[in-house]
């Protein structure tokens, strides 16, 4: 049930003369607000009365149109503001995600809303009357710049009201500003179109410049920062007093995934990439006219189309919520829903088909090299259109034949597992990635040893589902194309959900992952998927800012450093330990944790090796919160460590309430889940190459009833690289109020289940 | 039926040391191949004797890729071949196009493949050993270039086996040369990349140059020419000496379409788009390393992508066929069916639902701004999804209602008119041009005062049919995402016909009309709307070049400046004695003709006037060549003159024959045509600005049989700007033998029917 309570508060505020100032609801988080002396609208942030954002400015630079402009340069929206009116109000309601961290979100915040009106004058020829003059023509235009404050940060949008002088138009950038008190402690990842799978840089903002080179080059993605300070989002950072401050943004829909520019004492000017056109069609580049700001400020940057340019708006329409939360408490980033809560409400009436999903699949054993994705070596490439499958010779390596994907099957059923993802299953995996190939995939035809409707059939016999698998290679004109087909065939043979991949670069040429186009593509899908009840987990999409909210078929996306990288030279041992913190704050990530055998040369050619303890891999199944969950190893691994695999067929992955116990960024986190609709409790630790002890008050257990604990645990000689499978399973029966001391390895962890007797 | 006639001719070669030659079935054509001191493949082009083309060079430039490429520089396909295999036959078929200007055509020419090896060395460093060295790696490639010589000109192109070192590459620019032997008079347009609506310019090869700005700023279609010498194709050429010869491309499909940079005395470099990436995806341009030819010589330019590049190619692959015709007989330009020859047979097996059609529809009135497309003009912009369609106020200028419609139908069951297009029926047209706007249309949903089911269903009682519209706006990808629903529609409601649209700069932004994605696009529309049983006529899209041959249901395209623009600002006379030579050579043009009130203000604002008399406009639809013909004029036009539109009623749209009587480009045109199934003939003539008195000979005529004659011809008074509707309509009795002489007014023309008795 919903309910909002509108209060208008009493603001310290004349228009236009001083600033608003607007407080959340237990006043801990302040903002004020106004235009300063070039009519910039500026902002500022406290929380506890002390400078979080110091004044900082909002505005968008415009690009010029041969068809939007009326002639003359394009006015920036930038400055000549007043604000001319102003709307404060206060929201409290509770709403139920479909899935989630907890049963009920509530959503209490207290909204300022000022329209502010811009005014200029532009030369203008005249000719009449056989006379030329010049003329200065009056415009204006008006914006709207909402506040949501919240308890734990704010949200900030620009939204732009239908009218005369603004119909139409083109951003050329960006230019809110996040302006930081000092040298912070920040964990970032370099700031990319196209990719978001390095390992986080932990930095002095004063060190970002200097150590960009080192993020560029560390790790196995390819990485191309649009600038010697550009980061991403969303950007955790740590002050030296002690606040914890995010930086992301939320409900990132038809607009360019935002990054952060940080202008350091060596920034001259801001990037940009806007190109000069072969013809006409393109607007000229411009140099940006937003006035550097001091040092520490970052300031937005989108993604650009193919011609450099950030987006195409048509009003009435808004940006995505720019937000910054702030806390003393590091767990209050974990906690906080802020950025949910920025989102809209369920588009989809009907949810009953959307559910949490735990699945195994033929996957691992791919990614680490042991078996083929394509069913082939016999051609240098292939034409889909062109080849006789039946008469192709098998290499003798591909992993999705019946045989095994029954095996899988079997594991799945046997251990309560929902699904079975299978890649490589359908025809194009030849010469799949980065050879610009439009029709790389069609998305219906499976290879011939893998039987489409016997091993569906085999699997609903046995209550398991298939899980489908769409890898467009980045190909979206192809995949928009055989979409529908595709998603029929699903329906036809039972499938419910879809893993997609992006890899690769974008066709159409030019285009990148986090552009306004790329967010519409997959959020086309997304609702594509939702009319035929398909529930889709993208991987190397755009980081989620939340929008599984309003669309809660996306139950996963990627979108970071996966499981996979343990397989292509390892991820460090915190990084588990900073996701939580950055890439989960828009929404579950499916990271495919479980992997057991942490030495792949153990039984494969792959030098690789997983940084993490054997519980720390339970663990993660708690920390790293996702409605779809993965037993990622192979099932023979997970036979010869059943105990402890009981845990993973034990956790639940959806839940009541999740309170984080303990959180430091990039050092451990602790947090205890209630499953949902039912009175069991699970509680995760993990750590980082320093091992951690995890103190746990069991306060939240129901008072006056006992419960089976089992704990999973590193033995104490565990470590991650030298002695990775020592674990401790422990039962004993506890209650409330008890105390849990939990001893982490490093690179380690714990899992704990909580039955209710 | 089809046969052919394997034939090994004695070449006058021995392989890499003096040059093959290949004479055409007739032997007026002579080709002559081999590569020059450089290994550059090069070929010269003679027309009884005498040189048409001087030696011209072949080859590709390649654009380095990260992926594609193993690591150096991409090595271009330019120099460093050798001719190591030689394939001679000869070819004489007879083929049967579902529609056409005659029923048989003959594919007779002799073939010439060459096969050539590249082979280079390239440094490479080794490390092996505790050693560091560099040695000079060998490479090969082999490619083969084709050649087919017909007795009117040659069809060549490039063929990619796969191989190791040739299987994906990206194309930086192609070379194909075209030297000319001197400075001939060319009837050009400005070479652009997304339009072709400009006046014909007609010229000395060597003032290109200097009247390109003509070029550009004259007519009203913007365009920006890639090069200061950068002309389209078809291109007419006629030399000092009488030779006429032509320039254009065959069979073009995924790939880009091809432009000609002219080499003059002030060329000092190749004009290259390539950009500069803003990241490591795109490829850095590199200078062209193809040296520069003689002056007067055209060298290939292809449309670019959005990064700049010209193709993305997996081999085993082919380039579009490159034509050069040639004659000393300007009708021979207009007679040859060397294109379509070149274009692979119909790939549609059951074709019984393709068919000509005459046309009329809501159309003209809107083009002179007398009526609207949009339904309203309440709102600045709209968003498709946030509009109730019936609570809008109606602008009462929509021209597309139930009322005005069954008038069209009602005009068009009485007049034997097939079909009835209906352009603005589907919402959107509030703000559907150029505002970078891509959920533009649905093409499912119609204004609340068109009734989608009462307009079909009356036409087909009455025996007529809607022609469907679907303007995307350029609009790409929302094209693609509705194509399968708006095509569904289309069957439901009983259309069989499209019309699209193009209008506008591509969605996605910096792609371009002619590029290899978009002429791929336009092809998947072709290809889904033959699933449909549909037929298409595109505007705004990309120069045919015969894939009507391959592609039946594509039975029309504008791509060219067409009756559109007699209301925005007129058309020279001679552009309708051009445009056969130039603009119909790739397949037929949906050009609209029958304008018979050229005056637009006698009954409209439009101040523009059409610039041909009414018997000019009556022999466009022989001369301009269409199994589709538009009567583009209102129905009260034609009620008014209805004795002149009895030709419109009588004349065929499909040809068991056509005979080419007198041609002279720009100046006139005289073709004489059989209606296909039957007896009767039909003869047309246009003619400049100048006049032109056309001499028939009736000897193609059944000997022995007798034809009622009815003659539509310029009263002696007659003149396309002072006098346009004087016309003379005269009937007599003729057999063959007989003579007309039909004088023709300045811009003016005759139509003839000949029904046999």
Chains 1, 2 share one sequence.
């Not at 607009?255 to 013809?279: C, I, P, W």
């Not at 309003?550 to 991820?571: C, D, I, K, L, Q």
């Amino acid at each position: 049930m919903k309910f909002a309570k509108t209060l208008f508060l009493m603001l310290a505020v004349s228009l236009g003369a001083t600033a608003a100032e607007v407080a959340s609801p237990n006043g801990h988080v302040k903002l004020k607000f106004y235009t300063d002396d070039d009519g910039r609208p500026t902002y500022e942030l406290f929380y506890k009365d002390r400078p979080v954002v110091l004044p900082s400015r909002l505005g968008l630079e415009l690009a010029r149109d041969k068809h939007a402009s009326k002639g003359g340069e394009e006015h920036d929206l930038l400055d000549h503001f007043s604000i001319v009116d102003e709307q404060t109000d206060t929201i409290d309601e509770t709403w139920q995600p479909v899935w989630g961290e907890s049963r009920d979100i509530r959503n209490h915040y207290v909204e300022y809303a000022a329209t502010l009106l811009q005014q200029w004058k532009q030369p203008r020829v005249t000719a009449g009357n056989g006379q030329r003059g010049m003329y200065e023509e009056p415009h204006q235009r008006s914006i709207v710049i909402r506040f949501r404050v919240y308890d734990e940060g704010i949200g900030l949008r620009y939204e732009f009201p239908q009218q005369p002088e603004l119909n139409y138009f083109l951003i050329q950038e960006e230019r809110t500003e996040f302006s930081m008190t000092g040298d912070h402690t920040a964990w970032w990842l370099p700031g990319d179109y196209d990719s978001q799978e390095q390992e986080t840089q932990e930095s002095k903002l004063s060190e970002i410049r200097s150590r960009m080179d080192h993020a560029v080059n560390w790790g196995n993605s390819s990485v191309a920062p649009f600038s010697p300070t550009g980061v991403q989002t969303s950007l955790q950072m740590k002050t030296q007093d002690g606040l914890y401050i995010n930086i992301h943004e939320a409900a990132c829909a038809d607009y360019a995934t935002m990054h952060l520019e940080l202008v350091d004492e060596q920034t001259k000017a801001f990037t940009t990439e806007l190109r000069g056109g072969s013809n006409e069609y393109t607007p000229a580049p411009k140099p940006s006219r937003a006035k550097l700001p001091r040092p520490y400020t970052f300031v937005s940057h989108l993604t650009p189309d193919a011609t450099g340019l950030k987006g195409c708006m048509q009003t009435p329409c808004t940006t995505p919520w720019r937000t910054v939360m702030v806390s003393d408490d590091a767990r209050d980033m974990l906690s906080s829903n802020l950025i949910l809560n920025l989102n809209e409400p369920c588009a989809i009436d009907d949810t009953s088909w959307i559910h949490p999903t735990k699945y195994c699949g033929v996957w691992w054993e791919m990614i680490v090299g042991k078996s083929s994705w394509n069913y082939t070596d016999q051609f240098p490439s292939i034409h889909l259109d062109r080849i006789d499958w039946t008469k192709v010779k098998p290499n003798g390596r591909h992993a999705a034949n019946n045989e095994k994907v029954k095996r899988y099957i079997d594991f799945a059923a046997k251990n309560g597992l929902d699904q079975v993802l299978v890649e490589g299953w359908n025809v194009g995996w030849e010469d799949w990635a980065n050879m610009w190939k439009r029709d790389v995939f069609d998305f219906v035809t499976p290879y011939p040893d893998f039987d489409l409707k016997m091993l569906n059939d085999y699997a609903h016999s046995k209550g398991v589902k298939l899980l489908m698998h769409h890898e467009t290679s980045s190909s979206t004109q192809n995949y928009e194309r055989h979409l529908e087909q595709a998603f029929q065939l699903m329906n036809d043979y039972g499938y419910d959900a879809v893993k997609t991949g992006y890899v690769g670069d974008i066709i159409p040429r030019g285009d990148h992952h986090y552009s306004q186009s790329m967010n519409n593509h997959y959020l086309h899908v997304v609702k594509e998927a939702a009319k035929h009840h398909i529930m889709v987990n993208a991987h190397e999409a755009t980081r989620p800012t939340g929008l599984c909210r309003t669309w809660p078929n996306m139950v996963g996306n990627e979108s970071a450093r996966g499981t996979e990288y343990e397989a292509f030279g390892g991820s460090r041992p915190d990084h588990t330990c900073i996701l939580p913190f950055t890439r989960l704050q828009g929404g579950p990530m499916d990271y495919t944790p479980g992997i057991f055998v942490t030495r792949l040369n153990t039984w494969s050619g792959n030098q690789s090796w997983a940084r993490i303890t054997l519980a720390g891999s339970l663990a993660l199944y708690l920390t790293m919160y996702s409605p779809l969950q993965m037993a990622a190893d192979l099932p023979e691994h997970y036979e010869r460590f059943d105990d402890a695999f009981q845990f993973i067929r034990d956790v639940a992955c959806d839940w009541d309430e999740s309170i984080y116990l303990e959180a430091e960024p990039a050092d451990y986190i602790t947090v205890a889940r209630k499953a949902k609709g039912t009175p069991n409790w699970f509680i995760g630790g993990k750590c980082d190459e320093n091992g951690h002890e995890a103190i746990v008050k069991l306060d939240f257990l129901d008072k006056g009833r006992k419960y089976e604990c089992t704990i999973y645990q590193d033995a104490p000689d565990a470590h991650y690289e030298t002695n990775p499978q020592a674990y401790v399973i422990t039962k004993k029966t506890v209650k409330a109020g008890q105390t849990l001391k939990l001893k982490e390895a490093p690179g380690g962890g714990f899992a704990v289940s909580l039955i209710a007797l």
